[in-house]
């Protein structure tokens, strides 16, 4: 279903936005600026793992990119990129 799996790439992108910067705060603050989906297969019975980077941090904006593969067969279901702005 293309809104589960878009919804899998902007959580990818709100975890790599705040990854790597220490400790996460208790409440965080953000919001997806821009987000871009392309799916490229069907994920068949099988549980999606969302891999994802953070590309690019500025002040407030944090440029990321997310792959969601099939956990078995590690096939790429969908690519992603998007903009998300901490704080």
């Known amino acids: 279903h ?3 799996l878009s919804a899998c790439v902007d959580l ?3 975890a790599a936005a705040w990854a790597g910067d220490g400790p996460v705060p ?3 603050r953000g919001v997806t600026v821009a987000m871009t989906v392309n799916f490229i297969a069907p994920a068949m ?3 999606v793992e969302i891999v994802a ?3 690019r ?3 407030k904006l944090c440029h990321c990119s997310v792959q969601l593969r099939t956990r078995d067969s ?3 279901v969908a690519t992603g990129s ?3 702005q901490v704080g």
């Open 82 to 84: 998007g903009v998300y």
């Open 12 to 14: 990818g992108i709100m």
């Open 2 to 4: 293309g809104g589960a």
């Open 74 to 76: 590690d096939q790429l």
């Open 26 to 28: 208790e409440q965080l």
């Open 57 to 59: 941090k500025g002040r």
């Open 45 to 47: 019975g099988e549980d």
């Open 53 to 55: 980077t953070r590309e």
